[in-house]
């Protein structure tokens, strides 16, 4: 059974640091392309990150450019966001997804923002920035 499993968030100030962690089992994870995609209050699903563990790669939304890092380890199959310089607007509630990498090999997909264009998809965890 293929499980995706966000833990970490919690309310935190602006200014503050938080990481976030996704357990995954049940696929092979260096197969999959792995992302963060967030959901905040009233508003629809913005994508976050994402990490190929294969390659290393990694890609962000312009909106977490320089405060947010996606890592992995391939070993634990499990999936970090390390959250910087956190705002009030980063809070949502932050899924972990995952797609095969032969799903958009040959393409110029790095991440996406609809759950159609991912294979498994977790639960979500809250993070809630405020002073």
């Known amino acids: 059974e293929v499980q995706l499993v966000e833990s970490g968030g919690e309310s935190v100030q602006p200014g503050g640091s938080l990481r976030l962690s996704c357990a995954a089992s049940?696929?092979?994870?260096?197969?999959?392309?792995m992302s963060w995609v967030r959901q905040a209050p009233g508003k629809g699903l913005e994508w976050v990150s994402s990490?190929?563990?294969?390659?290393?790669?990694?890609y962000y939304a312009e909106s977490v450019q320089g405060r947010f890092t996606t890592s992995g380890d391939i070993a634990k199959t499990t999936l970090y966001l390390d959250m910087n310089s956190l705002k009030p607007e980063d809070t949502a509630v932050y899924y972990c997804?995952?797609?095969?990498?032969?799903?958009?090999?040959?393409?110029?997909?790095?991440?996406?923002?609809?759950?159609?264009?991912?294979?498994?998809w977790g639960k979500g965890t809250q993070v809630t920035v405020s002073s």
């Open positions: 049940g696929f092979t994870f260096d197969d999959y392309a």
């Open positions: 990490f190929y563990a294969y390659m290393g790669y990694t």
């Open positions: 997804a995952g797609v095969h990498l032969g799903r958009y090999h040959g393409t110029s997909w790095h991440g996406g923002s609809e759950r159609s264009e991912y294979d498994y």
